[in-house]
């Protein structure tokens, strides 16, 4: 796909409306609704009011049975959901308070819930693996995406980690989105619309090469953080460094080892940022019943690594950390083993990801009530 494609969506210099607020008075945004919106969405920050109310059509809404067992589905007036043990019309749902509980034709009790963001992302309609939910809180916390900042960031995939920087930054923020492939910027767009009602004003996505595009469109020392999530981002040394401004924070989302080492040392060299940091978490359950407290018998362990550095000011050289001489040079047969392939990272069909893509934006066709209170 060429470099000069771009496609924007719902970017914050379109004058979209954007939400001021003090402690006392906040102003109110409207903003065009979705495919089948019946008109204006929100009061108040944007995609706010899609998380409170009754539960309307369209929306995606979590049961849970007597037995603990989840399932997600959306709803359609007239639907109904079916299992082994009778069925459930979607019209008992629609028009009730979130946390109801709901009888199926059989007797059978259901649990009812908007789902959290940790709970759409990992259900979302994908065409990529999605930053989970343990390793999105980490960037946003660890790279200190705050309510207004300027974040720019590379490798999209689905738009898991997009959502937890809209959220971030706010409305009056600016997000922009780098990704290669339309597919996945379809997909991304339409997870995201849905989230958060309709297109976010602090938005931008754009299609084309990180190291190309951010350069033409965004103006030096301009950007206040930089998240990548893609398997060279040694090689965006460069166009981070023009863009970011001084002090500002790079974050990197990588999955293996070699990609970690050769990105920090990549960063070393440079002398433009400081010393790195890296580090990877793991989130383990525990199943509390009774005194039978222990930790659950799976966790989720290794995602990826992150990898976290600063831009220092122009003319100023990082200081280097002493250490002992040890390996940090690359031959031939290094550099074979951070092809896509060799890291595991699996193709995707076209099939797989238009599909993908009509799950997320038929997502977005929820029927809002902009008269609907909590």
Request: proline residues 5%; negative net charge.
């Amino acid at each position: 796909m060429s470099s000069d494609t771009a496609a924007n969506a719902s970017p914050a210099d379109t004058g979209a409306a954007k939400t001021a607020a003090t402690s006392t008075t906040a102003t109110t945004s409207t903003a065009a609704g979705p495919a089948g919106s019946t008109g204006a969405i929100s009061a108040g920050p944007v995609g706010a009011a899609r998380r409170r109310g009754p539960f309307r059509e369209g929306e995606r809404v979590q049961l849970t049975d007597e037995r603990g067992r989840m399932n997600t589905i959306s709803l359609e007036a007239g639907g109904a959901f079916h299992t082994h043990r009778g069925f459930l019309n979607h019209d008992e749902i629609i028009g009730e308070p979130d946390g109801s509980v709901v009888v199926n034709n059989v007797g059978q009790q259901y649990q009812t819930l908007r789902p959290l963001l940790s709970d759409f992302v990992l259900s979302m309609p994908r065409g990529a693996a999605v930053v989970y939910p343990k390793d999105a809180g980490q960037i946003v916390t660890m790279a200190d995406i705050f309510p207004g900042a300027r974040v720019v960031e590379a490798g999209v995939g689905s738009g898991a980690l997009s959502i937890s920087l809209l959220r971030a930054v706010g409305d009056n923020g600016y997000l922009h989105s780098f990704e290669r492939r339309e597919e996945f910027a379809d997909i991304a767009r339409g997870n995201v619309e849905t989230i958060f009602g309709g297109p976010h004003p602090a938005w931008k996505i754009s299609l084309g090469d990180f190291q190309e595009e951010v350069v033409r469109t965004e103006a030096p020392g301009s950007v206040d953080r930089v998240v990548l999530d893609m398997l060279a981002p040694w090689e965006c040394l460069d166009a981070v460094a023009t863009v970011l401004a001084p002090g500002g924070v790079w974050i990197n989302y990588v999955a293996t080892v070699t990609q970690l080492s050769r990105t920090a040392e990549a960063i070393r060299a440079d002398g433009r940022f400081t010393e790195p940091d890296a580090w990877e978490s793991m989130v383990r359950g525990w199943h509390l019943e009774g005194l039978a407290v222990r930790p659950d018998h799976r966790m989720v362990a290794h995602t990826g690594f992150l990898l976290v550095t600063r831009r220092l000011a122009d003319g100023v050289t990082g200081i280097s950390v002493k250490r002992r001489p040890s390996k940090t040079g690359f031959n031939e047969e290094d550099v074979n083993a951070w092809t896509p392939g060799a890291v595991g990272e699996r193709a995707v069909s076209d099939k797989k990801l238009r599909r993908a893509a009509r799950d997320a934006i038929a997502g977005t066709n929820v029927k809002d009530d902009p008269d609907a209170t909590n």
